[in-house]
C-alpha cells in the first residue's frame, strides 16, 4: 500500500511552460563547464561542433520542484554511487548530471540522498537495499549506477531523491521516465522531473540536472584596469581558454583547469572547478 498518491499536486496538469521547459532540458546546450570533462549522453554530439555557450541553466525563477517524500525514506544510508549488489536483478540503469545554484554555477558538495523500488516495485524497509548516498564533486556533478525501478500500485515510475546543498534546506523531489504510460494517469506526476533516457545496449542511460535555490552572486567582472601579473595575460571574458592556460586576476595567477571560453560571472576568484590559484 502506498500514499504517495495521496494529494494531488500541481503536476496533475502540467502547464505549458513546465512541458516546454522539460522538452528544453532534454536538447538544450550544456554550459560551458561540461566542455572538457566527459559529457553527459544528451550533450555528445559526435563529430559536430562544441555547444553553444549556456550562461543560464534556468530562467531565474524556477529550481527543481518539490515532490512529496512518501511512505518510504529511510534516514542514514549507505555512502555509495552504485545500489547494484552481487546478484541484482533488473535492467541497469545510470542517472548523471549536475547541481546547479540560481546563478546556474555548478554546486559542488551537494548531498545527494536516492532511494527507490528494486525491479518487482518493492521498497526495502528493513535494510538499505537500493538506498544509497553521494556528493557532488567540485564540477556540481554526480553520478548514481543502479537499475529501472519496478513499478507498484497507483504510481508511475520514479525514483525519489533528496538533494541538500551545504548549509541549505533540503529539496525533496523524485525522478521520472519519459514515455511511461502511468505518467498520463499519476497525479503527481511532475514533467518538469523528467530525466533524459537512452538506451544503451540491454541498459539504460539518464541525465538529469537539479537547480537549487542557492544564492550565487557572479563575480564582479573583469578589472578594467588588472594588475600585471606574469606569467599569464590578464583574464578577459571572451576569451577561449584551454586546460593549462595559465593568466593573471586580481593581483593573482590561476591555473586553467577546463578548457571553456570565459564569460562574465565566471571570474577565476568565483569559479573554483575552472581555476586555481597558483
Ligand atoms: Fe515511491
Redesign the pocket.
Known amino acids: 500500500m502506498?500514499d504517495?498518491t495521496g494529494t494531488p499536486a500541481n503536476g496533475a496538469h502540467p502547464s505549458r511552460k513546465a512541458v516546454l521547459r522539460a522538452a528544453v532540458a532534454a536538447s538544450v546546450a550544456a554550459p560551458a563547464l561540461l566542455m572538457g570533462v566527459p559529457a553527459l549522453a544528451r550533450t555528445a554530439r559526435d563529430g559536430g561542433p562544441a555547444p553553444e555557450l549556456t550562461p543560464e541553466c534556468d530562467d531565474g525563477d524556477d529550481p527543481t520542484p518539490p515532490q512529496m517524500e512518501?511512505p518510504?525514506f529511510k534516514p542514514n544510508s549507505p555512502r555509495r554511487t552504485s545500489l547494484v549488489e552481487p546478484g541484482t536483478v533488473g535492467t541497469r540503469l545510470t542517472v548523471g548530471g549536475y547541481v546547479f545554484g540560481r546563478a546556474c554555477l555548478p554546486v559542488g558538495g551537494v548531498l545527494l540522498d536516492f532511494w527507490?523500488?528494486d525491479h518487482n516495485g518493492a521498497?526495502d524497509n528493513t535494510g538499505f537495499r537500493f538506498r544509497g548516498h553521494q556528493f557532488t564533486d567540485a564540477t556540481g556533478k554526480f553520478a548514481l549506477t543502479t537499475i529501472v525501478p519496478g513499478l507498484?500500485p497507483g504510481?508511475t515510475r520514479?525514483i525519489?531523491v533528496k538533494v541538500q546543498a551545504p548549509g541549505r534546506p533540503v529539496l525533496t523531489t523524485?525522478l521520472y521516465f519519459p514515455g511511461e504510460p502511468r505518467n498520463n494517469t499519476d497525479p503527481i506526476f511532475d514533467a518538469r522531473l523528467l530525466m533524459t533516457v537512452r538506451d544503451a545496449g540491454g541498459a539504460k542511460e539518464a541525465s538529469f540536472d537539479f537547480v537549487l535555490d542557492v544564492p550565487q552572486t557572479p563575480g564582479p567582472g573583469p578589472d578594467p584596469t588588472p594588475t600585471p601579473t606574469p606569467p599569464g595575460q590578464a583574464w578577459a571574458a571572451g576569451t577561449a581558454y584551454r586546460t593549462g592556460d595559465r593568466v593573471g586576476y586580481g593581483g593573482r595567477t590561476y591555473t586553467c583547469l577546463i578548457s571553456h571560453t570565459a564569460i562574465r560571472g565566471w571570474e577565476p576568484p568565483t569559479t573554483p572547478a575552472l581555476w586555481r590559484a597558483v
Open positions: 502506498d504517495e512518501g518510504y527507490q523500488a521498497y507498484y504510481r520514479h525519489h523524485q
